[in-house]
C-alpha cells in the first residue's frame, strides 16, 4: 500500500479526487472530506476517472502555472512562447494566491524551468494554502540540488524524458541532461515525493516506450505519462515530421507492458482541448481546435477569470 497525498472536492454536485502525480482526475465511490487528503493509490486507481468536458464546473480541474520563460535547456518541442515578459516576484505572488483560492483541486507550476527561481519554496508554498494538491514539472537538471528544500511542499513532481538512456534523451536536450534528470528523479524518491515520468510520443522516439516504463520502475517512480506531441511554441516546427495520431499512440500505449506499481497513461490531445494555463505574462490561455493552438483570454486579476463558460462543459 502506498499513501500519498491527493485533492478532493465537490464540483458540479459531484465529488472529485485528483491525483497530482497522474494529473487524473477520479469520481470518489463514497463521501470524503474536501481538501488535501492522504489516500492509498492503490484504491483511487480503480476509482473511474473524468474529464473535464464530461463535467461541467466552475473552474477548472486543474490548472498549469508557468511563470517563467526561461530554461537552461532548449527542447525542439517546447511548447512555451518564449517572447512573453515575465513578471517580476511580487506578481508572482499575488497570482500564486489567486490560484490557491480559485477552488481548482490541482495546480502545477511548470516553465520553462521552474527550479530557476529563487523563490519556488515559497510559491509552492502559497499555492497549497488553500486545499490543491499541488505539483511541480520539471527537466530535472536542478532536482537534485533542490529536492530537500522543495519535498515538504511538492505533493508531486513530474520530470521529462524524451528517452530511455543518454544517447536518446540527450539528442533532444543536451549533453548531461539524462545524468542530471535521473539523478533529480532519485533525489525525489529519496525526499518520498512521488515522482511521474513524461514523455512525449514522437515518431523519433515512441518505440522507446517499453523502456522509459522499465526506468520508471528502476527509479521507484509512480507512472509514466505519456504526453501527445502538440504543435504549439517551438513544437510547431517538428509538427509535420514528429506528430503521431492519437490512434497511433493509443495503440503504442495500450502494447506496453507496466511492472507493479507503475501507472501508464496517454494524454491525447483530445483530452489536452480545454486545458487551462497561465503563462509568464499573467495572462489566462487555453487549448483549443483540438489542442492544436493555445489562446489568451484575459488576464489573470480574480478567480472568476479563470472560469470556464458553461458552453465548453459536458461536452460528449
Known sequence: MTVRMFAAATLDATLLVYDPATELTHLAPHRLPVGRQLLDDADVATWPTVAQCQVSTPVPFNICWSPLTRCNLQCPQCLDDKTLPELAGAERTRIARILAGCGTLGLDISGGEPL????????????ASNGAAVSCTTNGWHLQRRAAELAPFLDAVRVSLDGPDAASHDRWRGKGSFERAIA????????????????????STAHRAQSIVDLAHE??????????????????????????????????ISS????????????????????????????????????????????????ADLHIP???????
Not at 458553461?310 to 460528449?316: D, I, N, T, V
Open 116 to 127: 530557476l527561481l529563487r523563490d519556488m519554496t515559497h510559491l509552492l508554498k502559497t499555492l
Open 184 to 203: 533529480g528523479a532519485r533525489a525525489a524518491v529519496a525526499e518520498r515525493v512521488p515522482v511521474q515520468l513524461h514523455a512525449v510520443v514522437m515518431r
Open 219 to 252: 527509479l521507484g517512480a509512480v507512472g509514466v505519462t505519456f504526453l501527445q506531441m502538440l504543435p504549439i511554441g517551438d513544437g510547431a516546427q517538428l509538427a509535420d515530421a514528429e506528430m503521431v495520431s492519437d490512434a497511433d499512440a493509443q495503440r503504442t
Open 256 to 303: 506496453l507492458q507496466a511492472p507493479d506499481g507503475v501507472r501508464v497513461r496517454l494524454r491525447t490531445r483530445e483530452l489536452a482541448e480545454g486545458f487551462t494555463v497561465v503563462r509568464a505574462d499573467g495572462q489566462v490561455y487555453r487549448n483549443g481546435q483540438g489542442a492544436t493552438d493555445i489562446r489568451s483570454l484575459r488576464l489573470l486579476t480574480d478567480p
Open 310 to 316: 458553461l458552453s465548453e462543459g459536458k461536452r460528449q
